[in-house]
């Protein structure tokens, strides 16, 4: 029996339903990562909102940017960070964080941003369109590897770069440290 394309017995899509619910768990998610002090669990909430957010993504019609989202974000950078947090500090961050004595200016910050946001997403006219738009893997490559591949090839250099000065510093950093025993 098919599903159809609403909820029963509501005039709600499917996809908006799970639009909604992958973008209440992206700021739940979000929100856990700078609000809870156990810093393994911080690194599974970012996990949780780039996987909300590949999800998104394939809602929006692109799947190559979702299955990127999924490769980098979630299976390199985030499992790296939590790798690097367990190897390297302790499991619960201090009582008192440097960065904790200025939540008021943070709050008051965050709440005229999020203002200034809604008013440009309140006054700007939005076009309707009656269907999502799917791009093809086909079309991403070509715009990466022909139109973009000067961009592409720097931004590739300069990840050679990064990876290269950080071995660097941390050869020297323990090398320093023999010294100094």
């Known amino acids: 029996m098919p599903i159809g394309n609403a909820i029963p017995f509501t005039a709600v899509r499917w996809d908006d339903a799970l639009f909604v619910a992958l973008a209440a768990l992206l700021l739940v998610s979000a929100l856990l990562v700078v609000t809870m002090r156990d810093i393994i669990r911080c690194g599974l909430a970012l996990m949780v909102s780039f996987a909300s957010l590949a999800g998104i993504y394939v809602l929006l019609g692109n799947p190559i940017v979702a299955a990127t989202q999924v490769l980098v974000y979630i299976g390199a950078i985030a499992v790296l960070i939590l790798f690097a947090i367990m190897l390297t500090q302790t499991k619960n961050a201090p009582m008192r964080l440097v960065f904790q004595t200025q939540a008021v200016a943070a709050a008051v910050l965050?709440?005229?941003?999020?203002?200034?946001?809604?008013?440009?997403?309140?006054?700007?006219?939005?076009?309707?369109?009656?269907?999502?738009?799917?791009?093809?893997?086909?079309?991403?490559?070509?715009?990466?590897?022909?139109?973009?591949?000067?961009?592409?090839?720097?931004?590739?250099?300069?990840?050679?770069?990064?990876?290269?000065?950080?071995?660097?510093?941390?050869?020297?950093?323990?090398?320093?440290?023999?010294?100094?025993?």
């Open 110 to 181: 965050a709440l005229v941003i999020a203002i200034g946001i809604g008013g440009v997403v309140l006054t700007t006219t939005w076009p309707t369109t009656g269907q999502r738009l799917w791009t093809s893997t086909a079309d991403v490559a070509h715009l990466l590897f022909h139109d973009y591949v000067l961009p592409f090839e720097v931004v590739s250099v300069l990840l050679t770069a990064a990876v290269i000065g950080g071995v660097y510093l941390a050869r020297r950093e323990s090398s320093e440290r023999k010294e100094e025993r």
